[in-house]
């Protein structure tokens, strides 16, 4: 048996106190009576205010002693070893995902967890330290290595569920920087187990090992995993995807609304693992879109989605070329786009548009705004080098988000000017020889292609659209894109020009200020449902929207992981010292004094 | 007189009696039917003439009938002794209202009943030993001087109900009212049996204050007895109230069963009763008064 406060131990000079208080005589007033004989021998010291008198025996002493010492033991902290382990420094990972929100488990995984952390607590010993760590979509520090019990209580009991999804590779690699090397350390990770992939990184390691503690028991749950709107020659549709996870068939309604207006009720039936589509009428003139079910699962956040029905406004994009078909179509195919093509004559630079393409052609004066430029003849300021052959084609940054799915390795390139000296900006393509493709940010995003794409077979590759994709997206991306995000997912979004400020409306109906004139990303998507864009241009206000839907399988599954692949525990880094667990049962003790003090309350009052 | 008892009360006093339940045995003339033959309007009994007899008590219509000399005997009424025995002691000096002042007012009140029927009243106070009021009392001229002994008695000094057995056993028979709250150190049984003893009938009245029947304080003190002086220490809670009324309520059952196998009748008062109250209802219940 071990003491939590051995210093609490003072406390049994209370022992002594009191018998030393029933030392002392009371000071008697005189009172006449008619018989004495008649009285009871009956003296009881209740008070002291004279000193001495010869010490008599006195259940009440008696009691109070047994009270004073019983409450000693209790202060004192006695625990007992308890049979779990605990490490001197207990890293505790508490998925605050999504699927925590379950209530498989009452009332919810995520109380469950916390309970179970509640107890984890409670057994530290006086020199354990314990770090909490969330783990949502990003980790959050919650308490760093801290051994007082009680703030680590209320810390957990402040902890809620978030709407993302967990990363639990962050979580690792954060509370990996937290324990330092030689450190007895263990992680302890509560969750469902309904986490992202691990990032498997063959030269990390953990500091500690990692025990999964499972919560969760079911998997019965219907969700909405997808909700998109579709804009036909003659109609509009939303085609809805909804599936019982579960196992046991399910009868609930689905409400089908426009604008928060109810559009259809239907009643559905779906068997144990059945999915089904739904084409849904999407009225005229209707904004917003949103269908919700009354299944009565154990999950509601995928009980209801919404997706924005008014077709987004176009960008004019110019493209000045004395003829380049493939560009011509890779440009076509975003839908946002209206293109209009012209010949190097018939270019004028008084017309505003969103971005220009100016192929194999110079103007006089660059426009002030979002350009491509491709292979600009001599004498412009945006040419470069005379034409060197090219070798080899290749990324400069494999993992540059804007060569995504681009696959650069059966391309070849005649020859290009020579970029090598270019100051445009940073290369994005590169050979051997020089620099192909140049990308910057400032002060509007363009992009410099060296060479013409009629000396290459770029265009006839698959990478060729995807590369124009993903060069017209960067440069210009949708002002509020109308597509579903994912909870905590960021997004981008470009004021109108002339924006004089920009505001988002969350689901709630909190508002959130952004810096007009800039691009922004809003990362406040914690919430599902719609968020509206205000925006005020020229003193009259725009709205657009966007829509945040849970929309994954995974986590809709909600069915609890019985095992997760986590990162090897390097041995050799960790002295891993274990020591027993701690039971503490002070309470049951200090309850004992509770019970004495009213037997001697009790005692008092009958005189005893 | 107007000090002891109010003038109304006397007034309402003089409509009562001392009721006895046998006939007494007095020395002087009465209204009480007396054990003695006597001149009086009730019929007793024949007996036949003995030479000396009165003629006058000749029935002649027994003489007519049976050819012989019949007297008839006529009732004695006489008056009735009545004995009032008064504690003064110094537990009887305690209460509020106080108890002796209380025993002399009831006592006075009783006596003056007998005086205005006639009776003769003997007045004893005791506390450590008996001491006399005086001469017996007779006559409503009495009562001015009864009264006034009676309230020169001083309060005090300890309880000795052993030493009231002489002056009880002594007494002719006739009526004894003992008026005391029966605490002290020595048993008040030797006094009842003695007037049981003496052939007496009457009662035994225990005059107690609401405080001591009800104590109305709690806490530590210092008892101090007040006949004695002697002292302890004491502790009062619920616990020790109730064993201190426990002891009461067992030497008011000692003193009533004693005096009820004495043919005595017993009432506990209580000071705080209007003394009229008393009379007026209590003792008439009792049947001491009528």
Redesign the interface.
């Known amino acids: 048996m071990n003491f939590l406060a051995p210093a609490a131990a003072f406390l049994a000079l209370t022992l002594p106190a009191i018998v030393a208080l029933y030392f002392l005589r009371?000071r008697?007033?005189?009172?006449?009576?008619?018989?004495?004989?008649?009285?009871?021998?009956?003296?009881?010291?209740?008070?002291a205010n004279v000193p001495w008198q010869r010490l008599r025996f006195s259940w009440l002493l008696l009691l109070q002693l047994l009270a004073a010492a019983v409450l000693v033991a209790a202060a004192v902290q006695p625990v007992l070893s308890a049979g779990t382990s605990l490490a001197r420094h207990s890293v505790v990972l508490l998925d605050v995902s999504a699927s925590m929100q379950a209530r498989d488990v009452q009332p919810s995984r995520l109380d469950e967890a916390k309970r179970e952390i509640g107890g984890l607590i409670d057994q530290m010993g006086p020199q354990d330290r314990m770090t909490l760590v969330a783990v949502g979509s990003a980790p959050r520090i919650i308490a760093s290595v801290v051994g007082d019990r009680d703030a680590l209580h209320r810390a957990v009991s402040g902890i809620g569920a978030g709407n993302g999804p967990a990363d639990l590779s962050a979580a690792l690699a954060l509370a990996a920087g937290l324990v330092r090397p030689g450190d007895d350390g263990q992680a302890y990770f509560f969750s469902d187990g309904i986490v992202g992939p691990i990032r498997t990184d063959s030269n990390s390691s953990l500091p500690f090992p990692v025990e999964y503690h499972r919560v969760g028991v079911s998997a019965e749950n219907i969700g909405l995993t997808s909700l998109v709107v579709r804009t036909g020659a003659q109609s509009r549709a939303a085609y809805l995807h909804l599936q019982n996870f579960g196992q046991q068939a399910r009868s609930f309604s689905l409400d089908w609304s426009a604008d928060s207006k109810l559009v259809d009720v239907r009643q559905l039936t779906l068997a144990g693992g059945q999915a089904q589509d739904l084409v849904l009428p999407v009225p005229a003139d209707a904004t917003v879109v949103s269908a919700h079910i009354d299944a009565g699962d154990v999950f509601a956040l995928d009980d209801t989605v919404t997706a924005v029905a008014r077709t987004p406004s176009a960008f004019r994009v110019l493209l000045v070329t004395p003829g380049n078909v493939f560009l011509q179509q890779a440009i076509s195919l975003r839908s946002d786009i209206q293109l209009d093509v012209v010949a190097p004559s018939a270019y004028k630079s008084s017309v505003p548009y969103a971005m220009s393409i100016f192929d194999r052609y110079s103007p006089p004066t660059l426009p002030n705004g979002p350009f491509i430029a491709i292979d600009p003849p001599a004498g412009s300021p945006l040419a470069g080098g005379p034409a060197i052959g090219i070798g080899r084609v290749r990324a400069t940054d494999a993992g540059d988000p804007l060569l995504t799915n681009v696959d650069l390795s059966d391309v070849h390139i005649a020859r290009s000017q020579d970029l090598r000296s270019d100051t445009f900006g940073r290369s994005l393509i590169t050979s051997l020889q020089t620099p192909l493709v140049l990308v910057r940010d400032e002060p509007f995003r363009q992009a410099l292609f060296g060479f013409d794409l009629h000396e290459s077979d770029l265009p006839l590759r698959i990478a060729f659209p995807i590369l124009v994709q993903n060069l017209s997206e960067w440069i210009l991306p949708p002002s509020v894109p109308s597509h579903s995000f994912h909870p905590d997912e960021p997004v981008t979004i470009v004021p109108d020009t002339g924006a004089t400020s920009v505001t988002v409306v969350r689901p709630d109906g909190s508002r959130r200020s952004l810096a007009g004139g800039a691009v922004a990303t809003f990362g406040d998507t914690d919430l599902t449902g719609l968020y509206t864009v205000e925006q005020v241009v020229s003193g009259k206000t725009d709205r657009s929207w966007f829509t945040v839907n849970l929309f994954s399988d995974q986590i809709s599954q909600l069915k609890p992981a019985d095992r997760l692949t986590l990162p090897p525990f390097n041995n050799a880094a960790a002295v891993h010292a274990v020591h027993r667990g701690q039971l503490e049962i002070w309470p049951w003790i200090a309850l004992a004094a509770l019970g004495i003090v009213v037997l001697e309350w009790l005692a008092f009052?009958?005189?005893? | 007189m107007a000090a002891l008892l109010d003038p109304p009360l006397l007034r309402r006093l003089e409509g009562l009696a001392l009721q006895v339940r046998r006939a007494v045995s007095g020395q002087m003339g009465g209204e009480r039917r007396s054990t003695a033959r006597g001149r009086s309007v009730e019929f007793a009994d024949f007996r036949s003439y003995s030479p000396g007899d009165d003629f006058r008590l000749i029935d002649w219509n027994a003489y007519a009938r049976l050819d012989r000399f019949m007297l008839r005997l006529f009732v004695a009424e006489q008056e009735l002794p009545l004995s009032i025995f008064v504690d003064l002691s110094g537990s009887m000096d305690w209460g509020r209202p106080n108890k002796a002042e209380t025993a002399k007012r009831l006592a006075g009140a009783i006596a003056y009943v007998a005086l205005a029927a006639l009776d003769r009243v003997r007045l004893t106070v005791f506390a450590a030993g008996p001491t006399s009021g005086g001469a017996p009392y007779r006559g409503r001229r009495a009562v001015a001087e009864l009264f006034s002994r009676l309230e020169s008695f001083p309060v005090g000094g300890t309880t000795d109900y052993a030493r009231l057995v002489w002056p009880v056993g002594k007494q002719r028979p006739g009526m004894t009212v003992l008026i005391s709250d029966g605490l002290g150190e020595s048993s008040i049984d030797p006094a009842i049996a003695a007037l049981g003893r003496a052939r007496q009938e009457g009662a035994v009245l225990q005059l107690l204050a609401p405080q001591e029947m009800a104590p109305d304080w709690t806490g530590d003190v210092r008892l101090r007895d007040s006949e004695t002086g002697a002292e302890r220490e004491f502790t009062s809670t619920p616990v020790t109230q109730a064993s201190y009324l426990a002891a009461l309520a067992q030497r008011t059952h000692d003193i009533e069963r004693s005096a009820h196998r004495r043919g005595l009748r017993f009432v506990r008062l209580s000071t705080d009763q209007p003394i009229d109250d008393m009379v007026l209802r209590t003792l008439r219940r009792l049947g001491l008064l009528s």
Not at chain 1, 28 to 47: E, F, G, K, M, S
């Open positions: 009371i008697r007033p005189t009172r006449v009576v008619p018989a004495l004989n008649l009285w009871p021998d009956q003296i009881r010291d209740r008070q009052h009958r005189g005893l």
